[in-house]
């Protein structure tokens, strides 16, 4: 049972925007944590998506986005395109827990 | 370039004990957060263990009292020692930078346990 709480699966077709919820509490992003979100290819490490919330790495496309309130966080994809099909993980810190990853979201493109 | 590269996995039986090694280039291991983080088959990713730059460290509640992380400043290594292992850690074992409330910026490819009899 994963402390953040993600929708298991996403879809939309090439050009949609979809959305990714995070649901945490007042121990981790209700208490202030910052929010980092991964995409994950299938054998391969997570990579490092947006990271403080709401900023990119370097190289990551601006049709990626992502915002932060209270005790949940969203990730947003505009512009949906073929590579972006993936799973996605969010990442904070739990007072209690210590580092802390979401469940997990599959995005297909339809 | 940075890189890390995890080694030490393999096949362990219940009970046993299994060392893994994280070798870094690109960066010191002590002057930033590093962290090991497993993903068991089909399921999302577990952070387990940190050691922080001022030397502390802090291990997640699942591996407590069995998983020590440590680091080499000579060899720019971070290692975990694995005792007691039990049949649900098996895992792919990834090296990363970062831990607390920092973000992981970068990964080792991972390095597979399988702890079964």
């Known amino acids: 049972q994963s402390v953040l709480t993600q929708p298991p699966s996403v879809s939309g077709a090439p050009g949609q925007r979809v959305t990714i919820s995070c649901e945490g509490s007042?121990?981790?992003?209700?208490?202030?944590?910052?929010v980092h979100w991964y995409y994950q290819l299938p054998g391969t490490a997570p990579t490092l998506l947006i990271f403080?919330?709401?900023n990119r790495p370097s190289g990551v496309p601006d049709r990626f986005s992502a915002f932060k309130s209270d005790t949940s966080a969203s990730l947003v994809i505009t512009g949906l395109q073929a590579e972006d099909e993936a799973d996605y993980y969010c990442?904070?810190?739990?007072?209690?827990?210590?580092?802390?990853f979401g469940s997990g979201t599959k995005v297909t493109v339809l | 370039e940075v890189q890390l590269v995890e080694s030490g996995g393999k096949l362990v039986r219940p009970g046993g004990s299994l060392r893994l090694s994280c070798v870094v280039s690109g960066f010191t291991v002590s002057d930033n957060y590093m962290s090991w983080v497993r993903q068991a088959p089909g399921k999302g990713p577990e952070w387990i263990a940190v050691?922080?730059?001022?030397?502390?460290?802090h291990h997640a509640n699942s591996v407590h009292g069995r998983f020590t992380i440590s680091r080499d400043t000579s060899r720019n290594t971070v290692y975990l020692q694995m005792n007691s292992l039990r049949d649900e850690d098996t895992a792919v074992y990834y090296c990363a930078r970062g831990g607390g409330n920092i973000y992981f910026d970068s990964w080792g490819r991972g390095t597979l346990v399988t702890v079964s009899s």
């Open positions: 050691a922080y730059t001022g030397g502390n460290t």
């Open positions: 990442q904070s810190y739990d007072r209690g827990l210590g580092g802390v």
């Open positions: 007042t121990s981790n992003i209700g208490a202030g944590y910052d």
């Open positions: 403080a919330n709401n």
